[in-house]
């Protein structure tokens, strides 16, 4: 039997698999989604899970903050806009 784990955000409320699809396609930017309680709620389920499925959302995840932390999505790495530097 397979478990589907449901995430629930401020922003977002659904399968996680949904929520990476719309991460991966830049629908739904990665930098509006509180990833420390997502992380904590799925690593606690972690029991009745394969890790394969594990394996597969982990690298989802640190792909999505690489291509963000990379300007990707057109913001920082810290979830601002980008914008020139003053001095």
Request: glycine letters at 6%.
């Amino acid at each position: 039997m397979r478990v589907t784990y449901v995430v629930t955000t401020p922003s977002f409320s659904g399968p996680i698999e949904v929520l990476l699809q719309l991460i991966s396609s830049h629908e739904v930017d990665i930098l509006d989604i509180p990833l420390a309680p997502v992380v904590d709620a799925f690593v606690a389920t972690l029991r009745d899970e394969a890790v394969g499925n594990v394996t597969a959302v982990a690298a989802t995840i640190v792909d999505a903050v690489r291509n963000t932390a990379k300007g990707t999505t057109g913001r920082s790495s810290l979830g601002e806009r980008n914008s020139s530097p003053t001095c």
